[in-house]
């Protein structure tokens, strides 16, 4: 597997620290992608070890003992060298991912199941807002047919209540230089 290959293959789990300038955002995936690459690389070194090693035992008389014990002090400098570049990498797994993981399962079902759960709460979600906003509606109609004045009254009260807090929002999107914010409509 070249580097391109092991770049693409992890990198779904890097965490990128945010902040507020892009140039430093940049490096910081860079320097991130940088280091994913290299513990990548040592897990495949490792394996490479790995095999050599289950070849070597595989096929062991007295005359493979030298080369079987550098084997294994390759594998053990590989694995400590593997720790020391993971501790440089903020990477979070979750547990599920491990456990499917070692019942010798695919990950990507967690990231499925995970996300067809969040599609059935968000659309669980929905249909309560919307139940609530036609119940809304309703009593709206209701009142307003009822008492009328006392709608318009609220009417009017909400429209103040929503240009003042309009006005606060964009009050504090100015920024410190006098430039405003700008926040994308949808």
């Given at each position: 597997m070249d580097s391109s290959q092991s770049a693409a293959a992890g990198g779904n789990g890097i965490l990128i620290s945010q902040t507020n300038d892009t140039a430093a955002s940049a490096a910081g995936a860079d320097d991130s992608m940088q280091k994913l690459?290299?513990?990548?690389?040592s897990i495949q070194k490792t394996l490479g070890l790995?095999?050599?090693?289950?070849?070597?035992?595989?096929?062991?008389?007295?005359?493979?003992?030298?080369?079987?014990?550098?084997?294994?002090?390759?594998?053990?400098?590989?694995?400590?060298?593997m720790v020391k570049l993971a501790e440089k990498c903020n990477i979070q797994v979750p547990m599920e991912v491990v456990n499917l993981i070692d019942d010798g399962k695919n990950p990507?079902?967690?990231?499925?199941?995970?996300?067809?759960?969040?599609?059935?709460?968000?659309?669980?979600?929905?249909?309560?807002?919307?139940?609530?906003?036609?119940?809304r509606k309703h009593h709206l109609e209701e009142l307003e047919q009822?008492?009328?004045?006392?709608?318009?009254?609220?009417?009017?009260s909400r429209a103040a209540s929503a240009a003042e807090l309009k006005r606060l929002q964009q009050a504090q999107s100015v920024l410190p230089n006098g430039d405003v914010r700008v926040k994308a409509e949808h």
């Open positions: 690459n290299q513990v990548s690389n790995i095999h050599q090693l289950y070849l070597t035992v595989s096929t062991f008389n007295a005359a493979f003992q030298m080369p079987l014990l550098q084997r294994i002090n390759g594998l053990v400098v590989e694995l400590d060298n990507d079902e967690f990231t499925r199941d995970v996300i067809n759960s969040c599609i059935a709460k968000n659309q669980i979600t929905k249909g309560k807002t919307d139940a609530l906003k036609n119940l009822n008492f009328p004045d006392e709608v318009e009254t609220f009417r009017e």
